[in-house]
């Protein structure tokens, strides 16, 4: 629902704030007043191209921001989480449109794209008149709105239809790998044949031979360095373990004496035999230590391939032993993609038969709806002066999607429906936006919207010209119809006719006057008396009679108490 509209330096005017409500509001005012820039001002906020000759002169930039409850608007709100914006109980749009052309869009404080803008707000208003947002005048939403008012479930349809969409797509993989199988897969074993050969089992094997291989390219330094090692350890005149035996039998005289200095004495009777140790383990280090040339060239030749194999497939050892798991499980599938073929169109048939199933009955289930449909608008337009028109509801297949049996479906099922109208006997339906005349158009809009109001997700109805070419008995149909539209829906209304005006349950009035050189345009809710008057300047024009004004306090009286129809 549209809570508040606030435009600044817009055409004629330079400051207005409304607030709006439940029920009707009526809009009045005199031709050329700028009832219609109002509208104007909300198709922006609702997504429409801007002009830059609507900023006021004057002014360097036009704005207008427009505040939209959202609790019932649970798509809109979805949306918006889509867009990666803020979600919240209301959305406030402000549109910026400067003078120099750069122009802005803000959803929830957020700058955002224009057609971020017009997805995000697709649904939270419907203009009916001569102004962008027509529904109705969409092909494309006729089946929605069908089905919404049918109460037609077509869940069903749509996972099946994904189901089916699934199978064809791995169809179309699996295919196409089997097609182009033979060249692929000499590829492929061409590829396996080199890094099965090499025998890659041992992810750490590249750095334990690299450990090896140091270790034989330095032999012949790593003997002489332990056999000096082994020496001054061991063997040489005055080595460590002669030292440390002259130290331990001095610290054991001291113990005889100082038994505070046992714990040194054990720690050195621990470093004689580890020095003993390390000297008998460096003497075997030394005597098994050769330099195996025909070893080293074993481990050389082995790091050669790991290098070579790691250029073409993977940075290390253990990347390159995955690159083969994986050449060997995509060889097995297109050795196997025969077998999986068959299986998938198997499944296949039985998902597109359910499919077909669930689809037809979709699809009688609409033609039986379509039927009400109609009938129940031919209705409403035989109140509204248009009972010679007729109401032709289209089917047709739907374009894309999957095909069973020969029957393409879409995930809303097998049908393309489209609304058409015959306005006058002896003409052909036609398909609604070729309609000519704007009054026409709105009384139908007006009847659809008085047979769909408790299913249409549109919180906000604008009728805009709904009242052209009639009066009398039609005025005052149109007007019950208004109120009962507004009993689902907030609906706002602008109008020339005090029949129209009189059902409100708001009103405002637009008045349009002269300061010095400028134009300015102003909108003015009326209070009962302010009401009156407006409504005898309506009856009677410029001459305001007690006569007219008593009309027009009939005419409200009988509007408060008028049931809807």
Same mark, same amino acid.
């Given at each position: 629902?549209? *809570?508040?509209? #606030?435009?600044?330096?817009?055409?004629?005017?330079?400051?207005?704030?409304?607030?709006?409500?439940?029920?009707?509001?009526?809009?009045?005012?005199?031709?050329?007043?700028?009832?219609?820039?109002?509208?104007?001002?909300?198709?922006?906020?609702?997504?429409?191209?801007?002009?830059?000759?609507?900023?006021?002169?004057?002014?360097?930039?036009?704005?207008?921001?427009?505040?939209?409850?959202?609790?019932?608007?649970?798509?809109?709100?979805?949306?918006?989480?889509?867009?990666?914006?803020?979600?919240?109980?209301?959305?406030?749009?402000?549109?910026?449109?400067?003078?120099?052309?750069? /122009?802005?869009?803000?959803?929830?404080?957020?700058?955002?794209?224009?057609?971020?803008?017009?997805?995000?707000?697709?649904? !939270?208003?419907?203009?009916?008149?001569?102004?962008?947002?027509? #529904?109705?005048?969409? @092909?494309?939403?006729?089946?929605? &709105?069908?089905?919404?008012?049918?109460?037609?479930?077509?869940?069903?349809?749509?996972?099946?239809?994904?189901?089916?969409?699934?199978?064809?797509?791995?169809?179309? *993989?699996?295919?196409?790998?089997?097609? +182009?199988?033979?060249?692929?897969?000499?590829?492929?074993?061409?590829?396996?044949? *080199?890094?099965?050969?090499?025998?890659?089992?041992?992810?750490?094997?590249? *750095?334990?031979?690299?450990?090896?291989?140091?270790?034989?390219?330095?032999?012949?330094?790593?003997?002489?360095?332990?056999?000096?090692?082994?020496?001054? =350890?061991?063997?040489?005149?005055?080595? @460590?373990?002669?030292? &440390?035996?002259?130290?331990? %039998?001095?610290?054991?005289?001291?113990?005889?004496?100082?038994?505070?200095?046992?714990?040194?004495?054990?720690?050195? %009777?621990?470093? +004689?035999? &580890?020095?003993?140790?390390?000297?008998?383990?460096?003497?075997?280090?030394?005597?098994?230590?050769?330099?195996?040339?025909?070893?080293?060239?074993?481990?050389?030749?082995?790091?050669?391939?790991?290098?070579?194999?790691?250029?073409?497939?993977?940075?290390?050892?253990?990347?390159?032993?995955?690159?083969?798991?994986?050449?060997?499980?995509?060889?097995?599938?297109?050795?196997?993609?025969?077998?999986?073929?068959?299986?998938?169109?198997?499944?296949?048939?039985?998902?597109?038969?359910?499919? !077909?199933?669930?689809?037809?009955?979709? #699809?009688?289930?609409?033609?039986?709806?379509?039927?009400?449909?109609?009938?129940?608008?031919?209705?409403? =337009?035989?109140?509204?002066?248009?009972?010679?028109?007729?109401?032709?509801?289209?089917?047709?297949?739907?374009?894309?999607?999957?095909?069973?049996?020969?029957?393409?479906?879409?995930?809303?099922?097998?049908?393309?429906?489209?609304?058409? =109208? #015959?306005?006058?006997?002896?003409?052909?339906?036609?398909? &609604?936006?070729?309609?000519?005349?704007?009054?026409?158009?709105?009384?139908?809009?007006?009847?659809?919207?008085?047979?769909?109001?408790?299913?249409?997700?549109?919180?906000?109805?604008?009728?805009?010209?709904?009242?052209?070419?009639?009066?009398?008995?039609?005025?005052?149909?149109?007007?019950?119809?208004?109120?009962?539209?507004?009993?689902?829906? +907030?609906?706002?209304?602008?109008? /020339?006719?005090?029949?129209?005006?009189?059902?409100?349950?708001?009103?405002?009035?637009?008045?349009?006057?002269?300061?010095?050189?400028?134009?300015?345009?102003?909108?003015?809710?009326?209070?009962?008396?302010?009401?009156?008057?407006?409504?005898?300047?309506?009856?009677?024009?410029? %001459?305001?009679?007690?006569?007219?004004?008593?009309?027009?306090?009939? !005419? =409200? %009286?009988?509007?408060?108490?008028?049931?809807?129809?």
């Amino acid at each position: 629902m549209l *809570e508040a509209l #606030s435009i600044a330096d817009f055409a004629i005017i330079d400051r207005l704030d409304l607030v709006l409500d439940r029920g009707l509001t009526v809009i009045t005012g005199e031709t050329g007043a700028g009832k219609s820039v109002l509208i104007y001002a909300l198709d922006l906020v609702l997504g429409s191209r801007a002009r830059t000759e609507v900023v006021r002169t004057g002014a360097e930039a036009a704005e207008v921001q427009a505040q939209f409850d959202l609790r019932e608007a649970p798509d809109v709100q979805a949306r918006l989480a889509e867009a990666g914006l803020a979600v919240e109980d209301r959305l406030i749009v402000r549109r910026i449109v400067a003078r120099n052309g750069r /122009h802005r869009v803000y959803l929830n404080g957020s700058l955002a794209s224009l057609n971020t803008l017009a997805s995000v707000a697709e649904g !939270l208003v419907d203009i009916s008149g001569q102004h962008a947002h027509h #529904s109705l005048l969409r @092909a494309d939403v006729h089946l929605d &709105l069908l089905d919404r008012v049918g109460g037609v479930e077509r869940d069903g349809v749509e996972a099946a239809y994904r189901a089916v969409a699934a199978i064809d797509a791995r169809i179309a *993989e699996v295919d196409a790998r089997r097609r +182009q199988r033979a060249e692929r897969e000499d590829f492929l074993r061409y590829q396996l044949k *080199e890094l099965q050969d090499a025998r890659l089992e041992d992810p750490d094997e590249e *750095e334990t031979l690299e450990q090896e291989a140091r270790r034989l390219r330095n032999s012949e330094k790593l003997r002489q360095a332990a056999g000096t090692a082994e020496d001054e =350890l061991q063997q040489a005149d005055n080595a @460590a373990t002669d030292r &440390l035996g002259r130290a331990l %039998r001095a610290v054991e005289r001291l113990v005889d004496v100082d038994a505070s200095l046992r714990p040194m004495l054990e720690e050195l %009777r621990q470093a +004689q035999v &580890l020095i003993e140790d390390a000297a008998h383990s460096l003497g075997i280090y030394r005597r098994e230590l050769h330099a195996e040339p025909r070893r080293l060239e074993q481990i050389e030749s082995r790091l050669a391939v790991f290098s070579r194999l790691r250029r073409k497939h993977g940075a290390t050892l253990p990347e390159v032993i995955a690159r083969k798991e994986a050449l060997e499980a995509e060889l097995a599938e297109i050795e196997g993609a025969d077998d999986a073929l068959d299986r998938l169109r198997l499944e296949r048939m039985a998902a597109g038969k359910t499919l !077909l199933e669930l689809a037809r009955a979709v #699809s009688t289930a609409r033609r039986a709806a379509a039927r009400t449909f109609t009938a129940a608008v031919e209705a409403e =337009l035989a109140d509204l002066a248009m009972g010679a028109a007729r109401l032709a509801m289209t089917f047709g297949e739907v374009a894309g999607g999957v095909t069973v049996e020969g029957h393409p479906i879409g995930a809303r099922g097998m049908d393309r429906v489209e609304l058409l =109208l #015959s306005a006058n006997p002896g003409e052909a339906p036609a398909p &609604l936006g070729r309609i000519a005349s704007g009054g026409e158009l709105s009384r139908l809009m007006l009847a659809v919207k008085r047979v769909i109001a408790a299913a249409d997700p549109v919180g906000t109805y604008i009728f805009d010209e709904v009242d052209t070419g009639v009066g009398g008995a039609t005025a005052e149909a149109i007007g019950r119809k208004l109120k009962a539209v507004s009993q689902a829906r +907030q609906a706002i209304c602008i109008t /020339h006719l005090p029949q129209i005006a009189a059902l409100g349950d708001h009103h405002l009035h637009v008045e349009k006057h002269v300061e010095g050189e400028r134009t300015f345009s102003r909108v003015v809710p009326l209070d009962a008396d302010a009401r009156v008057e407006e409504l005898a300047r309506m009856l009677g024009g410029a %001459r305001i009679t007690e006569t007219t004004r008593a009309n027009a306090a009939e !005419l =409200l %009286r009988l509007g408060a108490v008028s049931p809807a129809g």
